[in-house]
């Protein structure tokens, strides 16, 4: 009589552990297909599991999946940005800018799917989805700077910097990576410095802060 290995326990998956199993399966798909190419059945395969258990979680179909799985990356990045308001600012920053990339080193598929929406699924509530990660990340960098009412120059700068970080990063990825995250980090950090420098220039409130930053260099 030979023995048999025990039989793996089945373990129904929480609904919550469910709806992340989809979600990361769709921003995989959407990362490398244009997501008006995904279908639900493909994001289905993907999961492992049948079409009606997709619609189950997401009864919208494919736009309610899409705008959950911006949503869900949204939130990711918007974390990164939270970080104690204690010591020097660039330090603060270095490190928001570390975890940032380290987000896009990981977890690529979800951070290209949330910057790289495709035509027939865009919709103003994508749009909003995507611009409330750039101003919450906006926000917490004004947060660090002191500053509660910033003028339309410093607001620009900042918002074009994230922007210009945006596209760093997906040009690393398509780079594999190179140079290397710390070296992309600091050199973010020190074009962060160098546009508040060249809009000081014209705007009071932004000279005022760069004075202030340059006891951190």
């Known amino acids: 009589m030979t023995s048999q290995a025990p039989t793996p326990a089945y373990r129904r998956l929480s609904v919550e ?11 995989s798909l959407f990362a490398h297909r244009a997501p008006e190419e995904v279908s639900l059945d493909d994001v289905a395969e993907a999961a492992g599991v ?3 258990l997709v619609y189950r979680y997401f009864p919208g179909g494919k736009q309610q999946l899409y705008e959950a799985a911006l949503m869900s990356a949204a939130d990711e990045l918007r974390d990164c940005f939270d970080e104690p308001e204690e010591g020097p600012l660039l330090p603060r920053l270095t490190r ?6 380290d987000f896009v080193g990981r977890h690529d598929a979800g951070f290209s799917a949330l910057l790289q929406g495709g035509s027939v699924v865009e919709t103003s509530r994508t749009t909003a989805i995507v611009d409330g990660v750039r101003r919450a990340a906006a926000e917490h960098i004004l947060r660090h700077l002191g500053v509660a009412e910033p003028g339309p120059r410093l607001w620009m700068t900042i918002r074009m910097w994230i922007t210009a970080v945006e596209a760093a990063s997906l040009i690393w990825l398509d780079e594999d990576k190179q140079p290397p995250l710390e070296e992309l980090r600091d050199w973010l950090v020190e074009q962060f410095v160098a546009v508040l420098t060249v809009t000081a220039r014209r705007d009071a409130q932004t000279d005022t802060l760069v004075q202030a930053l340059a006891a951190d260099l």
Do not use: I, M, N
């Not at 552990?17 to 921003?27: G, N, P």
């Open 17 to 27: 552990e469910r709806r992340s199993q989809l979600l990361e399966a769709a921003l």
């Open 96 to 101: 928001a800018v570390e975890r940032y990339l």
């Open 50 to 52: 049948s079409r009606p």
